[in-house]
Protein backbone atom coordinates (compact mmCIF):
# COMPACT_ATOMS: atom_id res chain seq x y z
CA UNK A 1 0.00 0.00 0.00
CA UNK A 2 1.40 3.15 -0.99
CA UNK A 3 1.19 6.76 1.77
CA UNK A 4 1.39 9.49 0.11
CA UNK A 5 2.64 12.24 2.31
CA UNK A 6 1.05 15.36 2.14
CA UNK A 7 2.20 18.72 3.97
CA UNK A 8 -1.15 21.10 5.45
CA UNK A 9 -0.95 24.73 5.86
CA UNK A 10 -1.60 25.24 9.49
CA UNK A 11 -0.54 28.81 9.03
CA UNK A 12 -4.28 30.61 9.23
CA UNK A 13 -4.79 28.20 12.46
CA UNK A 14 -1.89 29.01 14.08
CA UNK A 15 -2.53 32.57 13.71
CA UNK A 16 -6.06 32.17 15.06
CA UNK A 17 -4.87 30.63 18.43
CA UNK A 18 -2.23 33.35 18.90
CA UNK A 19 -4.51 36.09 18.72
CA UNK A 20 -6.90 34.59 21.01
CA UNK A 21 -3.80 33.71 23.54
CA UNK A 22 -3.00 36.98 23.48
CA UNK A 23 -6.22 38.91 24.09
CA UNK A 24 -6.91 36.87 26.44
CA UNK A 25 -3.26 37.63 28.02
CA UNK A 26 -3.84 40.99 27.33
CA UNK A 27 -7.68 40.78 29.73
CA UNK A 28 -5.54 39.67 32.25
CA UNK A 29 -3.10 42.26 32.26
CA UNK A 30 -6.08 44.64 32.28
CA UNK A 31 -7.79 43.65 35.27
CA UNK A 32 -4.89 42.95 37.21
CA UNK A 33 -2.97 46.32 36.55
CA UNK A 34 -5.72 49.03 35.64
CA UNK A 35 -3.35 51.90 36.90
CA UNK A 36 -1.03 50.90 34.18
CA UNK A 37 -3.28 50.61 31.32
CA UNK A 38 -5.17 53.34 31.74
CA UNK A 39 -2.01 55.24 32.50
CA UNK A 40 -0.31 54.78 28.65
CA UNK A 41 -3.90 54.72 27.00
CA UNK A 42 -4.14 58.62 28.80
CA UNK A 43 -1.25 59.53 27.35
CA UNK A 44 -1.69 58.22 23.82
CA UNK A 45 -4.82 59.71 24.23
CA UNK A 46 -3.85 63.30 25.46
CA UNK A 47 -2.05 64.19 21.89
CA UNK A 48 -5.41 63.60 20.13
CA UNK A 49 -7.32 65.41 21.96
CA UNK A 50 -10.17 64.59 24.63
CA UNK A 51 -12.81 61.56 23.86
CA UNK A 52 -14.81 59.23 25.63
CA UNK A 53 -12.55 56.47 25.67
CA UNK A 54 -8.90 55.89 27.73
CA UNK A 55 -7.76 55.06 24.43
CA UNK A 56 -5.84 51.03 23.87
CA UNK A 57 -2.81 49.12 24.20
CA UNK A 58 -0.67 47.18 21.92
CA UNK A 59 1.36 44.23 23.91
CA UNK A 60 4.59 43.08 22.70
CA UNK A 61 3.31 41.64 19.38
CA UNK A 62 2.28 44.08 16.65
CA UNK A 63 -1.41 42.38 16.46
CA UNK A 64 -3.05 42.74 20.21
CA UNK A 65 -5.13 45.39 20.70
CA UNK A 66 -6.78 46.17 23.99
CA UNK A 67 -10.59 46.68 24.15
CA UNK A 68 -11.40 50.67 24.85
CA UNK A 69 -13.14 51.37 28.31
CA UNK A 70 -15.21 53.77 27.96
CA UNK A 71 -15.96 56.42 30.37
CA UNK A 72 -19.51 57.32 31.17
CA UNK A 73 -20.97 60.69 30.57
CA UNK A 74 -23.29 62.99 33.26
CA UNK A 75 -26.17 65.38 32.14
CA UNK A 76 -26.93 66.43 35.64
CA UNK A 77 -29.70 63.39 36.73
CA UNK A 78 -29.46 62.75 40.02
CA UNK A 79 -30.00 59.22 40.32
CA UNK A 80 -26.82 58.49 38.23
CA UNK A 81 -24.35 60.75 39.49
CA UNK A 82 -22.77 58.52 42.05
CA UNK A 83 -22.27 56.27 39.44
CA UNK A 84 -20.10 58.87 37.01
CA UNK A 85 -18.64 60.24 40.51
CA UNK A 86 -17.07 56.97 41.67
CA UNK A 87 -15.90 56.08 37.86
CA UNK A 88 -14.53 59.31 37.01
CA UNK A 89 -13.01 59.02 40.35
CA UNK A 90 -11.26 56.09 39.80
CA UNK A 91 -10.27 56.05 36.35
CA UNK A 92 -9.18 60.06 36.01
CA UNK A 93 -8.83 61.42 39.51
CA UNK A 94 -6.60 58.73 41.40
CA UNK A 95 -4.73 58.28 38.07
CA UNK A 96 -1.52 59.24 38.94
CA UNK A 97 -0.20 59.47 35.34
CA UNK A 98 -2.19 61.94 33.80
CA UNK A 99 -1.58 66.00 34.42
CA UNK A 100 -4.12 68.07 35.61
CA UNK A 101 -5.12 69.96 32.20
CA UNK A 102 -5.54 65.92 30.51
CA UNK A 103 -7.70 65.40 33.61
CA UNK A 104 -9.61 68.49 32.50
CA UNK A 105 -10.24 67.28 28.86
CA UNK A 106 -11.52 64.25 30.28
CA UNK A 107 -14.07 65.75 32.73
CA UNK A 108 -14.97 68.54 30.49
CA UNK A 109 -15.45 65.65 27.38
CA UNK A 110 -17.29 63.00 29.53
CA UNK A 111 -19.87 66.49 31.15
CA UNK A 112 -23.43 66.82 29.02
CA UNK A 113 -26.31 69.72 29.34
CA UNK A 114 -26.56 72.03 32.14
CA UNK A 115 -23.32 69.92 34.07
CA UNK A 116 -21.00 70.88 30.87
CA UNK A 117 -22.38 74.70 30.97
CA UNK A 118 -21.10 74.86 34.76
CA UNK A 119 -17.77 74.30 34.00
CA UNK A 120 -17.48 76.03 30.16
CA UNK A 121 -16.17 78.98 31.04
CA UNK A 122 -13.15 77.72 32.73
CA UNK A 123 -9.75 78.07 31.12
CA UNK A 124 -8.65 74.50 30.64
CA UNK A 125 -4.92 74.53 32.76
CA UNK A 126 -3.67 72.91 35.68
CA UNK A 127 -4.74 74.81 38.01
CA UNK A 128 -8.18 75.11 37.17
CA UNK A 129 -9.30 71.30 37.03
CA UNK A 130 -9.68 70.79 40.77
CA UNK A 131 -11.91 74.21 40.46
CA UNK A 132 -14.12 72.61 37.94
CA UNK A 133 -14.01 69.43 40.00
CA UNK A 134 -14.82 70.94 42.59
CA UNK A 135 -17.76 73.01 41.56
CA UNK A 136 -19.46 69.86 39.98
CA UNK A 137 -19.37 67.96 43.13
CA UNK A 138 -20.43 70.72 45.07
CA UNK A 139 -23.78 71.10 42.28
CA UNK A 140 -24.47 67.31 42.36
CA UNK A 141 -22.93 65.46 45.44
CA UNK A 142 -26.23 66.39 47.19
CA UNK A 143 -27.31 63.15 49.08
CA UNK A 144 -30.29 63.91 50.70
CA UNK A 145 -31.78 64.83 46.98
CA UNK A 146 -30.29 61.72 45.78
CA UNK A 147 -31.71 59.70 48.72
CA UNK A 148 -35.36 61.36 47.91
CA UNK A 149 -35.06 60.54 44.33
CA UNK A 150 -34.77 57.56 45.10
CA UNK A 151 -37.77 57.15 47.54
CA UNK A 152 -39.74 58.64 44.86
CA UNK A 153 -38.87 55.96 42.72
CA UNK A 154 -39.76 53.94 45.14
CA UNK A 155 -43.55 55.11 45.69
CA UNK A 156 -43.72 55.15 41.95
CA UNK A 157 -44.24 51.49 41.19
CA UNK A 158 -44.22 50.30 37.40
CA UNK A 159 -47.58 48.52 36.80
CA UNK A 160 -47.64 44.31 36.98
CA UNK A 161 -49.23 42.73 33.95
CA UNK A 162 -51.44 39.95 34.86
CA UNK A 163 -49.06 36.34 34.45
CA UNK A 164 -46.32 38.88 32.80
CA UNK A 165 -42.81 37.22 34.03
CA UNK A 166 -41.55 40.71 31.71
CA UNK A 167 -43.31 43.07 34.00
CA UNK A 168 -42.52 41.37 37.20
CA UNK A 169 -39.35 41.05 36.50
CA UNK A 170 -39.28 44.98 35.38
CA UNK A 171 -40.89 45.56 39.36
CA UNK A 172 -38.37 43.45 41.40
CA UNK A 173 -35.30 45.48 39.51
CA UNK A 174 -37.41 48.36 40.02
CA UNK A 175 -37.50 48.34 43.73
CA UNK A 176 -34.39 45.83 44.80
CA UNK A 177 -32.01 49.27 42.52
CA UNK A 178 -33.64 51.95 44.23
CA UNK A 179 -33.00 49.82 47.75
CA UNK A 180 -29.69 48.94 47.20
CA UNK A 181 -28.82 52.57 46.01
CA UNK A 182 -30.12 54.06 49.02
CA UNK A 183 -28.47 51.23 51.34
CA UNK A 184 -25.64 52.04 49.43
CA UNK A 185 -25.42 55.97 50.74
CA UNK A 186 -25.40 54.59 54.48
CA UNK A 187 -27.67 57.37 55.91
CA UNK A 188 -28.49 57.51 59.51
CA UNK A 189 -32.03 57.73 58.77
CA UNK A 190 -34.08 55.07 58.59
CA UNK A 191 -35.56 53.83 55.22
CA UNK A 192 -39.29 54.41 57.34
CA UNK A 193 -38.74 57.86 58.03
CA UNK A 194 -37.52 58.25 54.53
CA UNK A 195 -40.95 56.99 53.11
CA UNK A 196 -42.98 59.02 56.19
CA UNK A 197 -40.66 62.59 55.19
CA UNK A 198 -41.69 62.04 51.45
CA UNK A 199 -45.51 61.21 52.14
CA UNK A 200 -45.80 64.21 54.87
CA UNK A 201 -43.63 66.57 52.55
CA UNK A 202 -45.61 65.80 49.29
CA UNK A 203 -48.95 66.61 51.27
CA UNK A 204 -47.80 69.96 51.81
CA UNK A 205 -48.41 73.63 50.18
CA UNK A 206 -45.14 74.80 48.12
CA UNK A 207 -44.61 77.54 50.85
CA UNK A 208 -44.56 75.16 54.28
CA UNK A 209 -42.41 72.76 51.75
CA UNK A 210 -39.92 75.30 51.13
CA UNK A 211 -39.98 77.07 54.53
CA UNK A 212 -39.18 73.04 55.70
CA UNK A 213 -36.10 72.77 53.15
CA UNK A 214 -34.60 76.53 54.13
CA UNK A 215 -34.73 75.25 57.99
CA UNK A 216 -32.85 72.01 57.25
CA UNK A 217 -30.29 72.59 54.27
CA UNK A 218 -27.46 72.93 56.43
CA UNK A 219 -27.41 69.73 57.85
CA UNK A 220 -25.66 67.07 56.21
CA UNK A 221 -28.33 64.00 57.82
CA UNK A 222 -31.53 63.78 56.89
CA UNK A 223 -33.75 64.39 59.35
CA UNK A 224 -36.45 62.12 61.30
CA UNK A 225 -40.03 62.13 61.38
CA UNK A 226 -40.23 62.72 64.18
CA UNK A 227 -38.48 65.84 63.54
CA UNK A 228 -40.42 67.03 60.72
CA UNK A 229 -43.39 66.45 62.79
CA UNK A 230 -42.17 68.84 65.25
CA UNK A 231 -41.72 71.67 62.69
CA UNK A 232 -45.14 71.18 61.72
CA UNK A 233 -46.48 71.15 65.01
CA UNK A 234 -44.46 74.35 65.37
CA UNK A 235 -46.37 75.43 62.97
CA UNK A 236 -49.76 74.42 63.79
CA UNK A 237 -49.89 76.24 67.22
CA UNK A 238 -48.09 79.55 64.87
CA UNK A 239 -51.38 79.34 62.82
CA UNK A 240 -53.84 78.76 65.60
CA UNK A 241 -52.15 82.16 67.34
CA UNK A 242 -53.05 84.09 64.18
CA UNK A 243 -56.08 83.19 63.86
CA UNK A 244 -57.06 83.44 66.55
CA UNK A 245 -55.64 87.08 66.60
CA UNK A 246 -57.40 87.92 63.31
CA UNK A 247 -60.71 87.03 64.66
CA UNK A 248 -60.33 89.60 67.39
CA UNK A 249 -59.20 92.05 65.02
CA UNK A 250 -62.50 91.13 62.75
CA UNK A 251 -64.46 91.44 65.83
CA UNK A 252 -63.28 95.18 66.67
CA UNK A 253 -63.27 96.72 63.24
CA UNK A 254 -67.16 95.19 62.82
CA UNK A 255 -67.83 97.65 66.05
CA UNK A 256 -69.20 102.13 65.21
CA UNK A 257 -67.02 104.45 66.77
CA UNK A 258 -69.70 105.08 69.11
CA UNK A 259 -69.01 101.79 70.56
CA UNK A 260 -65.93 101.81 71.05
CA UNK A 261 -66.01 105.04 72.90
CA UNK A 262 -68.70 103.61 74.94
CA UNK A 263 -65.86 100.41 75.87
CA UNK A 264 -64.28 103.09 78.01
CA UNK A 265 -67.41 104.67 79.66
CA UNK A 266 -69.31 101.29 80.34
CA UNK A 267 -68.63 97.57 81.37
CA UNK A 268 -67.09 95.04 79.11
CA UNK A 269 -70.19 92.92 79.04
CA UNK A 270 -72.35 95.59 77.85
CA UNK A 271 -70.03 95.58 74.44
CA UNK A 272 -70.34 92.09 74.29
CA UNK A 273 -74.14 91.47 74.41
CA UNK A 274 -74.37 94.78 71.37
CA UNK A 275 -72.07 92.74 69.21
CA UNK A 276 -73.29 88.78 70.23
CA UNK A 277 -76.66 87.75 69.76
CA UNK A 278 -77.91 86.39 72.91
CA UNK A 279 -80.20 83.70 70.56
CA UNK A 280 -78.07 82.43 68.59
CA UNK A 281 -74.83 83.60 69.58
CA UNK A 282 -74.25 84.94 65.99
CA UNK A 283 -72.30 87.97 65.55
CA UNK A 284 -75.13 90.58 65.35
CA UNK A 285 -77.84 92.45 67.10
CA UNK A 286 -81.04 90.92 68.55
CA UNK A 287 -83.66 92.24 66.82
CA UNK A 288 -81.53 91.14 63.52
CA UNK A 289 -81.65 87.71 63.95
CA UNK A 290 -83.30 85.50 61.61
CA UNK A 291 -84.73 83.13 64.51
CA UNK A 292 -86.10 86.56 66.67
CA UNK A 293 -87.79 87.36 63.50
CA UNK A 294 -89.77 84.35 62.94
CA UNK A 295 -91.36 84.34 66.32
CA UNK A 296 -94.50 85.76 67.27
CA UNK A 297 -94.32 89.74 68.97
CA UNK A 298 -96.03 87.69 72.10
CA UNK A 299 -92.78 85.40 72.05
CA UNK A 300 -90.57 87.89 71.16
CA UNK A 301 -91.77 89.74 74.39
CA UNK A 302 -91.49 86.79 76.33
CA UNK A 303 -87.97 86.51 75.57
CA UNK A 304 -87.17 90.07 75.56
CA UNK A 305 -88.22 89.91 79.21
CA UNK A 306 -85.95 86.29 79.83
CA UNK A 307 -82.94 87.76 79.03
CA UNK A 308 -83.75 91.17 80.83
CA UNK A 309 -83.45 93.32 77.87
CA UNK A 310 -84.81 97.05 77.03
CA UNK A 311 -88.55 96.78 75.37
CA UNK A 312 -87.51 99.91 73.43
CA UNK A 313 -84.29 98.95 71.58
CA UNK A 314 -83.86 95.18 72.60
CA UNK A 315 -80.86 95.90 74.43
CA UNK A 316 -79.75 94.45 77.42
CA UNK A 317 -80.94 96.54 80.55
CA UNK A 318 -78.57 98.01 83.05
CA UNK A 319 -78.27 101.19 85.19
CA UNK A 320 -75.98 102.73 82.72
CA UNK A 321 -78.04 101.58 79.51
CA UNK A 322 -78.35 103.70 76.65
CA UNK A 323 -81.77 103.80 74.83
CA UNK A 324 -82.87 105.37 71.58
CA UNK A 325 -85.99 107.84 71.16
CA UNK A 326 -87.33 105.94 68.72
CA UNK A 327 -91.30 104.12 69.31
CA UNK A 328 -93.54 101.68 67.36
CA UNK A 329 -93.65 102.51 63.87
CA UNK A 330 -97.04 101.07 64.49
CA UNK A 331 -98.56 102.87 67.32
CA UNK A 332 -95.59 105.30 68.05
CA UNK A 333 -95.81 103.73 71.70
CA UNK A 334 -92.92 103.44 73.41
CA UNK A 335 -91.88 99.89 72.63
CA UNK A 336 -89.62 97.57 70.14
CA UNK A 337 -91.72 97.60 66.41
CA UNK A 338 -91.17 94.46 66.74
CA UNK A 339 -93.12 93.61 70.34
CA UNK A 340 -96.27 95.41 68.42
CA UNK A 341 -99.08 93.22 68.69
CA UNK A 342 -98.62 92.43 72.50
CA UNK A 343 -101.30 92.62 74.79
CA UNK A 344 -98.46 93.79 77.56
CA UNK A 345 -96.44 96.31 76.16
CA UNK A 346 -97.67 98.63 78.75
CA UNK A 347 -94.84 97.17 81.15
CA UNK A 348 -92.51 98.67 78.45
CA UNK A 349 -92.23 101.92 80.19
CA UNK A 350 -91.02 100.74 83.42
CA UNK A 351 -87.58 99.79 81.43
CA UNK A 352 -87.16 102.26 78.90
CA UNK A 353 -84.57 105.09 80.32
CA UNK A 354 -84.34 107.39 77.59
CA UNK A 355 -80.95 109.53 77.80
CA UNK A 356 -79.62 109.03 74.41
CA UNK A 357 -80.54 109.32 70.92
CA UNK A 358 -79.41 106.14 68.76
CA UNK A 359 -81.79 106.17 65.60
CA UNK A 360 -80.34 102.67 64.84
CA UNK A 361 -81.95 101.01 67.39
CA UNK A 362 -85.24 100.52 67.06
CA UNK A 363 -85.78 99.98 63.18
Not at 251 to 280: A, D, F, G, Y
Request: glycine share 2%; with cysteine.
Amino acid sequence: MNWKYQTTDHSSDRELFETQYYEVEAKFIELLHPADVQGRSADNDSEHGSNHSIGSIRASKSHLKLPTIQLPSYDGTVSTWLHFCDTFDSLIIQNNTLLNVQKFHYLISSLKGEAKHLISNLQITNDNFMVAWDLVTQRYNNIKLIAMTHVKQLLQLPHVKRNDATSLRHLINHVTSNMNAIQALALNTSMQDLMLNHSLLSVLDSETHKEWELQTATQQDIPTTSTVINFLEAGCKALELLQANQSTSSTTSQLSPTSRTKVSQSSRCNLVTQVQCPLCKEMHKLYQCSKFLRMSPRQRHDYAQQIRACYNCLKPFSPSHICSRYTCHVCNKRHHTLLHGNAQNSSASDRRPITNHNPSANQ
